[in-house]
């Protein structure tokens, strides 16, 4: 793929992120889920696209559902980390096996819900 097909392929990837988050929280606040699965169009993007797409989707998810809840703004911090390391495991072939990809879950968990835990504690006290 050419450099500018890829950076068009890219871009496309920031709104199709965008809107998967946005659907999804929404699902999940609808349905009153205790889990929030606005990590799934970061990791999506991050993994097929890259650092740039990746980072955009999951910085942009958290600032557009900021509108709503100021609060959300803060953990864009643990969505740009998640995407820098699904981004990360994709160049580095996680994602076509299996087992590592259960491992990946694994350090997602631990990123979305320890550091997300740990910044939501220093929140709210």
């Not at 998967?20 to 993994?47: E, H, K, M, Q």
């Not at 969505?79 to 879950?105: E, K, N, P, W």
Request: with cysteine; hydrophobic share 50%.
């Amino acid at each position: 793929m050419n450099e500018n097909r890829h950076f068009q392929y890219s871009l496309l990837l920031i709104p199709t992120g965008l809107i998967i988050n946005y659907a999804l929280v929404r699902l999940a606040l609808y349905y009153g889920w205790p889990l929030f699965l606005d990590s799934i169009g970061t990791i999506c993007a991050a993994a097929l696209g890259g650092y740039l797409p990746g980072i955009a989707v999951g910085f942009l998810s958290n600032v557009i559902n900021g509108i709503a809840d100021p609060i959300t703004i803060y953990y864009s911090m643990v969505s740009v980390i998640i995407a820098a390391s699904a981004t990360h495991f994709s160049q580095r072939g996680v994602f076509t096996h299996a087992g590592r990809s259960l491992l990946s879950v694994l350090w997602f968990a631990l990123i979305g819900g320890g550091v997300g835990s740990v910044l939501t504690w220093l929140l709210y006290g």
